[in-house]
């Protein structure tokens, strides 16, 4: 696209790291972030 905010950034530069990979830690960052007040 055209977006200058985007553009900004530089380009896309992926972390490897699978959605299944991301969606097994994510019970574990729940708990930190209601432990630490997150709303």
């Not at 696209?1 to 097994?24: H, Y």
């Amino acid at each position: 696209g055209d977006n200058a905010t985007l553009k900004r950034f530089g380009p896309f530069k992926g972390d490897g790291v699978s959605a299944q990979q991301l969606g097994a830690k994510n019970p574990a960052a729940i708990k930190l972030m209601e432990l630490n007040g997150w709303k």
